[in-house]
């Protein structure tokens, strides 16, 4: 029996040694100015420094000899400038005996806040005159997302005399993807006028989009040397069917219904014209 209890006090006073010795795992380990502190059995210190000159470059923009002076600075996308062009509508048209040829070809350069923006649009016979075409230079501010404030002027290259025009508006995205420009103008002689366009594309596959498009015009006073009056001046409706053979290249075909409106109209029929066309189309749409 005082042998046992000899035992057992032995062992009870080896264990309180023992774990006087080893620090519990949950006291954090202090660092010691020689390094030797106990450390875990997975701890791996940490690597040394990466030598001179091998250290990762930060983003600098610098010019030929000036020093380096905006290390530091996160480059972000509106720091860049980019540009497109895109040929929206490069189209053979016919109605009947009427053959023509149509272009509508955008380009802007610039950030996401400000862009230089043009627009060049026009008609004309196939193997004939240019009936009319058009030129328009925007400054492009964005206002909030998807939409810009644009201003700028306009010049139409007509066959009777050219005009020249003041111009602003909007062009940006309304909910479900419609595709908006509505601009107004004020002519060199005072007439005032906008124009709406619309158009959204639907996607049967990621290749076949339908695309239907919507223009309109209105006059604020009458202009008889163009064949222009007050009111509404013309509609025009098309619908476009387009397969992507690649994402920059896409030929279509479709159907485009135009009808002069109002005093318009009537001063084109009494002019000897034509008010009411309907189109078959085929061309293709572009950009790069």
């Known amino acids: 029996m005082k042998n046992f209890a000899t035992s ?11 774990a006087q010795e080893q620090p519990p795992q949950t006291v954090p380990i202090q660092a010691s100015d020689d390094g030797t502190e106990p450390k875990p059995e997975d701890y791996r210190s940490p690597p040394l420094p990466p030598p001179p000159g091998k250290q990762i470059r930060k983003y600098a923009e610098d010019a030929a000899g000036k020093p380096q002076q ?8 509106d720091n860049q400038k980019f540009f497109q062009v895109l040929g929206k509508r490069l189209e053979y048209r016919r109605d009947g005996d009427i053959e023509k040829e149509l272009w509508e070809i955008d380009a802007w350069y610039g950030g996401d806040h400000n862009k230089l923006y043009l627009e060049s649009e026009g008609e004309r016979e196939v193997g004939g005159k240019t009936e009319s075409a058009k030129l328009e230079v925007f400054w492009n501010h964005a206002l909030r997302p998807f939409w810009d404030l644009q201003l700028g002027v306009r010049h139409d290259f007509n066959p009777r005399e050219s005009r020249s025009f003041l111009a602003g508006g909007i062009q940006g995205m309304t909910p479900y993807g419609f ?9 060199e002689d005072g007439d005032a006028s906008w124009r709406l366009e619309m158009e959204r594309g639907f996607h049967f596959t990621q290749r076949l989009e339908l695309e239907p498009r919507l223009e309109t015009d209105f006059s604020f006073s009458e202009v008889p040397d163009y064949n222009i009056g007050d009111g509404f001046t013309g509609i025009e409706l098309g619908l476009r069917l387009r397969y992507m053979i690649t994402p920059k290249f896409a030929p279509y075909i479709g159907i485009s219904w135009e ?6 109209a009537d001063l084109i029929e009494a002019d000897g014209g034509k008010t009411e066309f309907t189109f078959a189309v085929a061309g293709f749409r572009f950009w790069f």
């Open 70 to 77: 905006n290390f530091g600075v996160i480059p972000i996308h």
């Open 179 to 187: 595709e908006t420009d509505l601009t107004g103008y004020i002519s």
């Open 259 to 264: 009808q002069k409106l109002g005093e318009t």
């Open 8 to 18: 057992l006090a032995m062992l009870l006073l080896s264990s309180v040694l023992l």
